[in-house]
């Protein structure tokens, strides 16, 4: 039997997924991206500085990954200094960004899947049975009353939280959650100049000034949101953990890792940084080799040549391609699948000896739920791993406010040269983001973007080997082949955003 499972909501863009189930259990996955883009097309022939603007509106969810990853790729390319400023400056709008992100997602996208929005109807009165509820609710919408669940309602069949006291009070820090998004959100816009799309963000540094009064202000929306970590997300997490113990051993991807590392430490950008960068494989942790990755495209609907390295970048779309099912081209490194994500910037991190806050946590939450490292690979670990990079990135943000030289350079001077090619990475919440430019006659002859969630929602590669989406949903037992709520908690458990895959 084949089911789509789309449109997938609850996420970013036009995403299909498709499985196969043979005796409730899903035997084979495509993910599909709906849409074409072509930021990449776009980009030829402007001016390289135009880059770190244009490549930021792929995304309203993580557009300062790409304005950082586009002014790492420069500074590369131009051989910048970059002022101490720039770079704290640089990072203290990037961390900023990945604390919104990651309250975002487990609230507004992945709680309900898990938390019971029924549990209200008992405080308004009304009998908690679906079908009952379903035909109330649509009664509401009929008759334009407004009501606290509508909007979560019909829902997926499944098992959800059976304890009250524990959904009311998800619910109540979902609403709270949006709040404290708003004020992660304004930290960025302290150095950045605006959400989403940020002005001040340039290769070299930022345009902002190096005061006071906004190291202050940026520290007093950190220290909120800090607070909301500890208190009500961090607990979240654990009871969600507690009532869905199987959900460690659900969802499992079917490759390696790979994580950039997350903010860099010094001025030379790719020595140090707070999260460790590596490709971990086999418990073994080594160094990224950019020219180890290609993109295949035998199943993606593009007619440029596939397998191509990130520097031979080529965009030619091909809607109609035989064989092809989606837009998001298939990543490899080489040629082998990678996760990316908050689970590979921690397991990367934790297994090269890295952050001794990560390994410490790791630790004590693998105790906590009588798991190992490894289990980090699952719907949970992928929760969890964000909750644990959301801990880490806050206190980070403190102690880098901290460093700012009041008064001092934010920027390096640009001067673009007349031909240059250049790289640049970064971690997105989603993961591992790598832009890379070439630049000729003073303008951009060729940029290539390898996001996140083209990684991780890549179709089959040329040889046939699927997708890192499409392996952890394989082997999955659906209770239900025709709601298959198991199949969504993995999807959302990687949080893919299709704007950015197919960019
Ligand atoms: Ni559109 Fe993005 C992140 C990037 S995901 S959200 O995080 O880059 O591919």
């Known amino acids: 039997m084949k089911v789509d499972l789309g449109p997938v909501t609850r ?13 409730d259990q899903i035997v084979d996955a495509q993910c599909m991206g709906e849409m074409f883009r072509g930021f990449e097309v776009i980009l030829r022939g402007r001016d390289p500085l135009d880059a770190q603007q244009i490549t930021q509106r792929i995304c309203g969810v993580c557009p300062y990954a ?37 309250l975002l997602h487990f609230y507004q996208l992945s709680a309900l899947d898990f938390v019971d929005v029924t549990s209200i109807l008992k405080y308004t009165g009304k009998d908690a049975d679906l079908r009952k509820i379903k035909e109330w609710v649509q009664a509401e919408f009929a008759s334009g009353k407004a009501y606290p669940g509508a909007p979560f309602l ?50 070299g540094g930022c345009t902002q000034d190096a005061r006071i009064d906004l190291i202050a202000t940026y520290q007093s929306f950190i220290r909120e949101t800090r ?64 020219g180890l990755i290609t ?28 064989g092809a099912y989606t837009w998001t081209k298939a990543p490899r490194y080489d040629g082998r699948v990678m996760e990316v994500g908050p689970a590979a910037r921690i397991l990367v991190d934790y297994h090269a000896g890295g952050n001794k806050t990560v390994k410490g946590l790791v630790d004590t939450y693998a105790a906590m739920f009588g798991i190992t490292a490894d289990n980090l690979n699952s719907v949970l670990g992928r929760h969890l791993c964000r909750a644990v990079n959301a801990v880490v990135i806050a206190d980070f943000l403190l102690e880098e406010s901290e460093r700012i030289d009041p008064g001092g350079k934010t920027m390096a001077d640009i001067v673009v040269p007349a031909t240059a090619e250049g790289y640049g990475v970064t971690e997105a919440s989603r993961g591992a983001l790598l ?13 290539e ?55």
């Open 227 to 290: 607070e909301f970590i500890h208190s009500r997300y961090i607990p979240d997490i654990v009871a969600v953990a507690e009532n869905f113990p199987e959900y460690w051993h659900i969802g499992a991807s079917k490759g390696g890792f790979l994580s950039y590392g997350l903010l860099p430490l010094s001025a030379e950008r790719n020595s140090g940084r707070l999260l460790a960068p590596g490709v971990l494989q086999g418990g073994m942790v080594k160094p990224v080799d950019y």
């Open 449 to 503: 973007c390898v996001v996140p969630t083209t990684w991780n929602a890549s179709p089959r590669d040329d040889k046939g080997q699927p997708g890192t989406m499409e392996s952890a949903l394989v082997g999955t037992k659906v209770a239900d082949p025709e709601d298959q709520i198991e199949a969504v908690r993995i999807i959302h458990s990687f949080d893919p955003c299709i704007a950015c895959s197919v960019h």
């Open 66 to 102: 790409h304005a950082i990853a586009s002014s790492y790729a420069q500074e590369n390319a131009y051989g910048l200094q970059v002022p101490p400023n720039g770079r704290i400056m640089h990072n203290l709008i990037q961390g900023a960004n990945h604390l919104y992100d990651y």
């Open 154 to 203: 019909p829902r997926l069949n499944g098992c959800y939280i059976v304890d009250d006291e524990l959904n009311i009070g998800a619910l109540k820090h979902y609403v709270e959650a949006m709040e404290i998004q708003k004020k992660a959100n304004r930290a960025a816009t302290v150095f950045g100049g605006k959400f989403p799309h940020a002005t001040a963000i340039f290769p």
């Open 435 to 447: 832009h890379y430019i070439r630049i000729a006659d003073y303008k951009i002859a060729a940029y």
């Open 295 to 322: 993109q295949d495209v035998g199943h993606a609907k593009y007619s440029s040549p596939s397998g191509l390295k990130i520097s031979e970048s080529s965009l030619t779309p091909d809607p109609a391609k035989k």
């Open 11 to 23: 996420i970013e863009g036009h995403l299909n997924v498709k499985t196969t189930i043979e005796n």
